[in-house]
Every structure is written in structure tokens, then in C-alpha cells.
């Protein structure tokens, strides 16, 4: 932001002092306009970034939830046709003995 890129070096130093001013109790309608307003910019960016990474780490979140939910729908798909799967081989196993001893 042009508020800490001065091209002489002294904007990025006059927010600093304004900061360390402001961290130590000063009256901030003291501070010159620029002053004002770069740290009015720089809390508009950072509420700008707060929100952004709240919406990354919810989406996360979210995205994280659906996928345990598709793996446990998963999970539970893979016992039912598993547990299919052995009741049909088991009566064909018993179809198969009773054919035997015919």
C-alpha cells in the first residue's frame, strides 16, 4: 500500500510512529491526516484479510465434513455389500451340500 511505500522510505517510518503513538495512549485526532488515514487503511485490510481467511478455514471446515460424511456413506455401502455378499456365498455353500447329499 502507498501508506508504507514511500518512495523516500519515511511513509512506512511516519505509520510506525503514529502506531508506537497511538500504543501508548495518544489522542488520535493528534495525528496528521495521512497518519489517519494510512491507519484507517491499514485496519480496513486487515479486517479485508480476517475475513478472507475466515472464509478459507470455514470452507476447509465445511469441505472436511462432507468428506467424512461421503467416507462414512462409503464405509457403510462397502459392510452392507460385503455382508451381502457372504449371506449369498453361504447359501449357495448350503445349496451346494444340500445338492451333495441328494
Known amino acids: 500500500s502507498e501508506c508504507f511505500c514511500g518512495e523516500d522510505g519515511t511513509a512506512d517510518v511516519e ?11 495518544g489522542n488520535y485526532l493528534e495525528l496528521s491526516i495521512e497518519a489517519r488515514l494510512c491507519i ?3 485496519l480496513i485490510d486487515a479486517a479485508y ?3 478472507t481467511v475466515f472464509q478459507v478455514v470455514d470452507s476447509n471446515h465445511r469441505q472436511r465434513i462432507s468428506a467424512a460424511r461421503a467416507l ?9 455389500e460385503a455382508k451381502e455378499k457372504a449371506a449369498s456365498d ?13
Open 49 to 51: 484479510d480476517t475475513v
Open 15 to 25: 505509520v510506525e510512529k503514529a502506531i508506537d503513538y497511538l500504543c501508548q495512549g
Open 40 to 42: 484507517l487503511r491499514l
Open 90 to 102: 453361504e447359501a449357495a455353500a448350503r445349496q451346494d451340500l444340500v445338492d451333495e447329499i441328494r
Open 72 to 80: 462414512d456413506t462409503e464405509q457403510r455401502r462397502a459392510r452392507k
